[in-house]
Every structure is written in structure tokens, then in C-alpha cells.
């Protein structure tokens, strides 16, 4: 069997069964107040909250551990404008009917449309770009494997580390998502796999009845 370096698990912490159990809780009724809104105040967030949020989504497990991820974060108004401005393009598209009535019809509880003022006025855009190639190094072209697990395991990570930062969050996929790896300036090597959009809540910010309906446990989960 091929030897490889490991070292001790030193910072693994152990709590009692109580504190367990109270830490769960307490974790699931923070979750509990993450939602997605689609208006955003424009305040400010100083960078280095957003830099600590990629830091942390950037420990998820990944297939090799070749981590093969990229965030772009935004704050620039222009570069804003100009993903806004593609975004509703391609929106307008989707919503004239390319997605298809049944896509549509189940969108209609949540209100949304092709106008997206929200990526302008929220101070962060974060996109998050997958690797087809690469490595441990940023200088490896290896093979990635199970990218788009990792990606989405980080991602969920991001968008954790957002919000319990006190921010609010929206996750955008807007189809196609091409036009963001040019105006973000990134390779061919990447593919865009999501923008999540970051900030405070304008104060008439709502959220809608319809997403606040989660299945319960016995609907999304078995123990065998």
C-alpha cells in the first residue's frame, strides 16, 4: 500500500451529549432565519467579512481535495451594471417563455420577473466559478473529480458563513451564465455555477409566504 504524510487530529473538539444537542438546536434556529430576499440595501459591507465568508467556503471537502472552485466578488457599481444588464437579457428570455409554462407556473407564488435591481443595489455579487482541471497548486491542470458536489458543498458553506455574518443572501442562476465569466474575466477552464448575491435587507424587504413552507422531517429525512 502506496505511504502518504498525515499528521494527529489536534483541533477536533468534543462537547457532552448536552451541549450537543443544545448546539443543534441552537444552529437550526439560526438557519431557520436565513432567507432569500430579492431587495437589498445598498450600505456597504466592508471586505474583509465577505474575504472571511470565501475563507470558509473554501475548507469544504472536495474530490481529491483539489478544492476546484473560484469565487469573483463584485463590489465595482460597473461591473454590476454589466452583469444586471446581461442577466435581465437572458431573463427576459426566460420568462417570455423559454423556461416553459410548468417552470413557470411554479415560480409564480414567488413573484419573480426579469427585472433584477437587486445586482446593482446590493454592495456584493459573489460568483462562484467551478473548475474543470486543476489541483492542490494553483499551477496543477489535473483532472477534478466530483466537481459539481464540491462546488455546491462550498457554496452552501458561503452562503452559511453570509448569513450567520449577519448578511442577507439570494442564490441567482440565470440561464445561460456565460456572459459572467467574460465580464468576471475568468478562463476557459471555469464554468459559472451560481451568483450569489449579498448585503443588507432594504427596509421594505419581504419574503414570500410560499418560501417559507419547509417539508418537515419525516418528509425529507429516514432513519434506518
Not at 468534543?14 to 448546539?23: F, Q, T, V
Not at 481529491?64 to 444586471?84: E, G, M, T, Y
Not at 458563513?161 to 449577519?166: C, V, Y
Request: charged fraction near 25%.
Amino acid at each position: 500500500m502506496q505511504e502518504h504524510d498525515s499528521s494527529p487530529l489536534t483541533d477536533f473538539i468534543e462537547y457532552s451529549p448536552e451541549e450537543m444537542l443544545s448546539r443543534s438546536e441552537a444552529y437550526y434556529e439560526n438557519a431557520k432565519r436565513r432567507h432569500s430576499i430579492r431587495k437589498f440595501s445598498d450600505r456597504p459591507v466592508e471586505q474583509a467579512i465577505i474575504e472571511n465568508c470565501i475563507k470558509a467556503a473554501g475548507t469544504a471537502p472536495s474530490g481529491a481535495n483539489h478544492q476546484p472552485w473560484h469565487f469573483a466578488a463584485v463590489n465595482s457599481a460597473d461591473i454590476k451594471k454589466q452583469i444586471r444588464e446581461q442577466a435581465e437579457l437572458h431573463e427576459r428570455n426566460f420568462y417570455a417563455g423559454r423556461a416553459g409554462e410548468e417552470w413557470l407556473d411554479a415560480l409564480k407564488p414567488l413573484g419573480t420577473d426579469a427585472n433584477k435591481p437587486y445586482l446593482e443595489h446590493a454592495p456584493w455579487l459573489i460568483a462562484v466559478f467551478s473548475e474543470k482541471k486543476g489541483g492542490i497548486t494553483s499551477e496543477e491542470k489535473n483532472t477534478n473529480y466530483y466537481v459539481h458536489e464540491s462546488v455546491g458543498i462550498a457554496t452552501g458553506i458561503l452562503i452559511n458563513a453570509l448569513h450567520s455574518s449577519g448578511l442577507a443572501t439570494l442564490t441567482h442562476t440565470p440561464k445561460p451564465m456565460s456572459f459572467l465569466s467574460k465580464i468576471c474575466n475568468r478562463s476557459d477552464n471555469e464554468r459559472p455555477y451560481m451568483l450569489i448575491i449579498a448585503g443588507y435587507p432594504a427596509e421594505d424587504a419581504t419574503v414570500p409566504a410560499h418560501a417559507t413552507v419547509k417539508k418537515s422531517l419525516t418528509d425529507i429525512a429516514s432513519f434506518l
